[in-house]
């Protein structure tokens, strides 16, 4: 599986804000989409899953486009948003059969997968619980128990550990790690960069709407000629470049 972007243009209306984008995401790793706010990160991640058309350039999975087979493309695909969104006349039960449904995915061996996460995550006494009686962490667990009981070639996560407690930023972590062994693709969008650094393969660091470097954390500290620094010190390099 290989997520390609190529010369990506894309924005809201006429304005671009990501210009000229190209990188890949391969099956069994993680990359880190890094950068800073405003940087393009949500609006590439928006055109990869079809939220927003692209400008011009063009995304594919495994060569698919999604004017191709919108439906074939988007099950391909898991998605963690940053902020959680959730259906309030639906119980947490109904969220995962939902999910179900829109994945075409069988029933028992998912609800076996699917009952495992919720255990994981503490939620397997909550399966009749609407969201209005969810915190911002636990719906942000639900996001990701809808997202990690699929069987997607491709998981893209944004800012995943906003509001999740320490428990459960490892349990995540653990997952990524268990998916991408089993050959998922994933991209992860943070600002929280010692888990970035520590659980990505490789980084894409975007600035003002371009990338600015691709690579392993050693091809990037080449490239800023730093040999010294991690992450978070190319992060700063870079936000204070024109």
Known sequence: MTLKVDNLTGGYGRLPVIKNESFTVKAGETVGLIGLNGAGKSTTIKNIIGLLQPQSGSITI??????????????????????????????????????????????EATWQQANELLKTFRLADKLDWFPINFSKGMKQKVMIVCAFMTTAKLYIIDEPFTGLDPLAVRDLLALIKEKKSHGAAILMSTHILANAEQNADRFVLLNHGKVRAEGSLDQLKTKFGTQDANLDDLYVQMSQED
């Open 62 to 107: 495994d060569g698919l486009r999604l004017k191709d087979d919108i439906t074939k493309y988007r099950q391909q695909i898991a998605y963690v948003p940053e902020l959680p969104v959730l259906y309030p006349e639906l119980t947490l039960r109904e969220h995962i059969e939902v999910t179900m449904m829109a994945y075409d995915l069988p029933k």
